[in-house]
């Protein structure tokens, strides 16, 4: 059997001409076409050593002619490479093509089913009947008959290589391999059992065309996959090209687009073609896509330009005010109107952020310089102003020592020149004013408690409204005194709780009056 490198027949076996009764084609009438064979065969030397005469009538051709040509021919075309070797000149040229050994059992076989005439024809059993299929004039018979034999092996190897290469074949592979091998075999210029070879072949055909709906099946799905995977990657990227221009991370998306654009160059080339109708509709989607993005991407920056352009100029303006206002020494008004630059300047939004830092520091070192002089002029009071710290701290001790307050017009009494000597003190450093102020505003607290309480004691009404609810309470707890004995002395128990509970509860209220009135 020999190798073959493609599953066409063409590239196996020769080309086949039409022959006539009269007349052979031409490439079989020259003596150069089986000089090649020739050359192939001479070399091979087991080929005689396996095929004898014995071994050729071992088996009888379907047809046997009257003379008992067959047997001998078949026998002579199996011993024909031997005995060209012994003497022929194409063995001894190295630059004759070399072929892959046949098999003497398969070539013997083979050579049964045709015969050679004594005018070089060659003929072939093919389907009950005889045809002729070449003719080589002035050769021996067993050189022409082997030239045949051996495209009949030729196209048995292309079979056996087609049936091998089945299972990794394309759909186009097939269809090109069978139709080549279709004509091959219709009338082929080979001697062999082309009918049993035609079977075979028709029975792989069948093998074949499975195998091809199962390929075509395959390619029809990854096909459909194929589709699904480029849709995929067209709705992604019509998705980021519909995102907001507002909130979209440009140059996040941007990377993913071109990401997006290599999928889709990997699979144009390694995945299955698409149809023309379905990749052209999806590649203007995607390229529709793409500079949708880049437009809005322009449209965005430019009005960002745009935008920061007028942030930056709004805040030039803030910048010349408070460059403006930075030597002023109008500490208070000055300070509200920088406090209004700067929500001002909240306002304004932001530029670019190296511009609007830049803007920044500007605007920041304007106000720096107001400040830092207003620090100064605040450091030198806070100077003069220690002096008056020890004073009030001596005033607010004097103060705290009429605690706790007994006799509140002695206390107010005392307390008014401390209040006159706070106030001419003058003002103490900012940090000790809340300190100090609370110490003060505590005594001041105390004294007022204690002066409302002793208005409360001594105001007439109160003291009339005292001693005649006192004298009521009196009045009724006498009543509820007899009306206790009275409950003891009948042994009303149920009475007598509830005379005590009604004396116990008057005579609670009556001390709290007394308290009230001592007091």
């Known amino acids: 059997m020999t190798e073959q490198t493609q599953p066409q027949a063409e590239s196996t076996t020769p080309a086949v001409e039409p022959t006539t009764a009269t007349g052979q084609a031409a490439t079989e009438a020259t003596p150069t076409a089986p000089a090649d064979e020739q050359a192939a065969t001479e070399t091979n030397e087991p080929a005689a050593a396996a095929a004898t005469p014995e071994q050729a009538q071992t088996t009888t051709e379907p047809q046997a002619e009257s003379q008992a040509e067959p047997d001998a021919q078949a026998s002579a075309a199996a011993e024909a490479p031997a005995a060209r070797s012994e003497g022929g000149s194409a063995a001894s040229d190295p630059a004759a093509p070399t072929e892959p050994p046949v098999d003497p059992e398969a070539a013997m076989d083979a050579a049964k089913w045709g015969r050679v005439d004594g005018e070089g024809r060659v003929y072939v059993q093919d389907g009950g009947t005889e045809r002729e299929v070449g003719q080589f004039p002035g050769v021996p018979i067993a050189e022409a008959m082997a030239y045949y034999v051996r495209r009949y092996l030729d196209l048995s190897s292309t079979v056996d290589l087609f049936a091998a290469r089945l299972p990794h074949l394309s759909v186009r592979e097939i269809d090109s391999t069978i139709k080549n091998l279709d004509e091959s075999l219709k009338e082929p ?11 075979r072949f028709t029975a792989l055909k069948s093998v074949a065309m499975e195998r091809r709906q199962a390929v075509a099946a395959e390619r029809a799905a990854a096909k459909e996959q194929a589709l699904k995977d480029r849709t995929a990657i067209v709705e992604r990227a019509e998705a980021v090209a519909a995102q907001d221009p507002a909130r979209t991370q440009w140059k996040s998306s941007g990377a993913e687009l071109r990401t997006l654009l290599e999928n889709w160059k990997e699979a144009q080339r390694r995945g299955p073609r698409l149809d023309r109708t379905s990749e052209d509709s999806l590649w203007k989607r995607f390229s529709h896509a793409r500079t949708t993005f880049d437009r809005h991407r322009r449209q965005y920056f430019s009005e960002l330009d745009a935008k920061q352009a007028k942030v930056k100029a709004a805040k030039e303006a803030l910048i010349k005010r408070a460059e403006e206002l930075s030597s002023s020494t109008d500490w208070a008004a000055t300070s509200a109107r920088y406090r209004e630059l700067m929500d001002e300047w909240k306002k304004a939004g932001r530029a670019s952020r190296k511009e609007d830092d830049a803007l920044w520091e500007r605007f920041h070192a304007a106000q720096q310089v107001f400040y830092d002089a207003r620090r100064a002029k605040d450091e030198a009071a806070e100077a003069e102003y220690v002096g008056n710290l020890k004073v009030k701290e001596e005033l607010a001790a004097k103060a705290e020592s009429l605690l706790p307050i007994k006799d509140p017009k002695a206390a107010r009494k005392a307390l008014r020149p401390i209040q006159e000597a706070w106030d001419e003190a003058g003002r103490v450093p900012r940090n000790a004013v809340r300190r100090l102020e609370s110490r003060m505003r505590a005594v001041e607290e105390a004294l007022r408690r204690a002066e409302q309480a ?40 149920k009475a007598e709780a509830q005379a005590e509970a009604a004396l116990t509860a008057r005579r609670a209220w009556l001390d709290q009056v007394r308290r009230t009135t001592r007091a």
């Open 454 to 493: 002793e208005w409360r004691r001594t105001d007439p009404e109160t003291m009339a409204r005292a001693q005649g609810l006192a004298s009521q309470l009196e009045d009724s707890i006498a009543e509820l005194e007899a009306d206790l004995a009275a409950a003891k002395a009948s042994g009303d128990a």
């Open 189 to 199: 210029a080979a001697v062999g059992d082309l009918e049993a070879l035609r079977a």
